[in-house]
C-alpha cells in the first residue's frame, strides 16, 4: 500500500542561484549535507554517500532521475544491502530576488524493510533538521558586528589596522600561526599565509581613509570583488581623545558566524591589550 509522501515547505532568505548550487554543487553540499565524491545535476549520474544513526552506517545509492536546471532535481534514494527504492524531489521557487521557497518530497518509503532505523518518523526528524537548520544556516547569509571604545584618538589606535605585526597579532585566532602580506595602501593586495607558504585568503584593500575607515574585501582566485564579496569593516570615530572602533565582518553564511563570531570577540580583547 503507498504510504502519503513527506513533504517540507520553507522559504529562505536567499537568492534561488545561490539555493541551487548549494543542492547541486558538491562543494557545497558536504558543507551542509553529505560528502560525496561526485555529483553532477545530470540525468542518469549516479552517486552515493554514507550516512545513518549513532549505532549504524548505510551505504546511501542514488541516481538522478529528472533535472529543470535551478527549479527542479528528482533522484533515487536507496540502501546498499536493503530492499526498497524511494524518490526525493527538490523544487525551487523564487520568491523575490532574494528569496526561495523549497519544496521538499520524499516519497516512497513504504518499500524499505520495516526495520526501526527506516521508520518513517527517523526520516522525518531528519528532514527537518536538514531543511530546517542545516541548508538555512547555509544560503542565508548574516554580518558580525562588533564595536571597541578606548580612551585614545583615533590617529593612535590607526596603526594596529595597518601594521603587518600588529595585523598578525591581532588576528592570531583566526590565523593559526600564519602571515599577512600588504602595504595595506588603497587598491593593494591583502594576502594570509600559513607557516607553510600556502595562500588562505586573499583579497584587497578596497577602502582606506585616514584614520577614518578601512576595508578589506576578499575574493577567490580568479574573481573579482562584487557586492557579495566578503568584507572587513574597521570605522573610527573620535571625540576628545576617545574612539570607538566599529567592526563589521561579511556577509558570511549563518553557519560560519556561529563559528567566527566568538573569534572576533578575541579580536576586539586583543586589539584593546594592545593599546
Not at 55 to 81: A, D, F, I, M
Not at 170 to 177: C, L, R
Not at 236 to 251: D, E, M, V, Y
Request: proline content about 4%; some cysteine; overall charge negative.
Amino acid at each position: 500500500m503507498k504510504a502519503e509522501p513527506i513533504v517540507f515547505e520553507r522559504t529562505y532568505n536567499a537568492p534561488i542561484k545561490k539555493v541551487w548550487k548549494a543542492i547541486t554543487d558538491k562543494n557545497d553540499m558536504k558543507q551542509w549535507y553529505f560528502e560525496m565524491s561526485d555529483f553532477k545535476p545530470e540525468v542518469g549520474f549516479e552517486f552515493s554517500f554514507e550516512g545513518g544513526t549513532e549505532n549504524k552506517t548505510y551505504v546511501h545509492l542514488c541516481k538522478v532521475v529528472e533535472v529543470v536546471p535551478g527549479k527542479k532535481l528528482k533522484h533515487s534514494w536507496r540502501y546498499q544491502g536493503y530492499e526498497g527504492n524511494s524518490f526525493v524531489t527538490w523544487e525551487l521557487f523564487e520568491e523575490g530576488k532574494n528569496r526561495t521557497r523549497v519544496k521538499l518530497t520524499h516519497e516512497g518509503l513504504e518499500t524499505f524493510p520495516q526495520l526501526p532505523d527506516f521508520a518513517k518518523n527517523n526520516f522525518v526528524q531528519g528532514w527537518t533538521e536538514i531543511t530546517g537548520v542545516l541548508l538555512l544556516e547555509f544560503v542565508e547569509v548574516a554580518d558580525i558586528i562588533k564595536t571597541l571604545d578606548v580612551g585614545v584618538s583615533p590617529d593612535q589606535l590607526w596603526p594596529l589596522l595597518i601594521t603587518v605585526d600588529a595585523v598578525t597579532q591581532w588576528a592570531e585566532g583566526f590565523s593559526g600561526g600564519s602571515t599577512v602580506e600588504s602595504d595595506f595602501r588603497k587598491g593593494s593586495s591583502i594576502v594570509w599565509k600559513d607557516n607553510t607558504g600556502t595562500v588562505g585568503a586573499r583579497g584587497i584593500v578596497s577602502e582606506r581613509d585616514e584614520n577614518k575607515k578601512l576595508v578589506f574585501t576578499y575574493f577567490e582566485d580568479g574573481e573579482q570583488p562584487n557586492p557579495d564579496s566578503y568584507k572587513e569593516e574597521f570605522i573610527l570615530n573620535g571625540n576628545n581623545g576617545q574612539t570607538t572602533l566599529s567592526i563589521k565582518a561579511g556577509p558570511l553564511s549563518k553557519k560560519y558566524v556561529k563559528m567566527h563570531d566568538p573569534l572576533w570577540d578575541e579580536v576586539v580583547i586583543k586589539l584593546k591589550g594592545m593599546i
